[in-house]
């Protein structure tokens, strides 16, 4: 059984950073690509950030892309969300997603619970 566990929300000042890491266990983790997600009160779930089995490639929303950086760890089978300049509007519930799919997935097939982040002005 695949799990996907993420880490590391909470609250921060605007202008802040914070990483944000996700754990995958039961699936050979090099041959998942990684997404994060994230979900708003009120909103539907946006996409974040996708990275592919080895790392080579990666790619981003217009609303993060130049202050979050997606990375992962194979060896730690771990992904990583490096969210920098971080305003109130990126207040959200964060998901990180495994696909078995080639990148870029068409779909994901696995998903973590979720953690807050909270951004004050």
């Known amino acids: 059984q695949v799990q996907v566990v993420e880490s590391g929300g909470g609250l921060v000042q605007a202008g802040g950073s914070l990483r944000l890491s996700c754990s995958v266990s039961g699936r050979t983790f090099s041959s998942l690509a990684m997404g994060w997600f994230r979900q708003a009160p009120g909103e539907e779930r946006e996409f974040l950030a996708v990275i592919s089995r080895i790392a080579m490639r990666t790619y981003y929303a217009d609303s993060v892309k130049g202050r979050f950086t997606i990375s992962r760890d194979n060896a730690k089978s771990t992904v990583y969300l490096q969210m920098n300049s971080l305003k109130p509007e990126d207040t959200a519930v964060y998901y990180c997603?495994?696909?078995?799919?080639?990148?870029?997935?068409?779909?994901?097939?696995?998903w973590g619970q979720g953690t807050q982040v909270t951004v004050s002005s």
């Open positions: 997603a495994a696909a078995n799919s080639a990148y870029p997935p068409s779909k994901y097939d696995y």
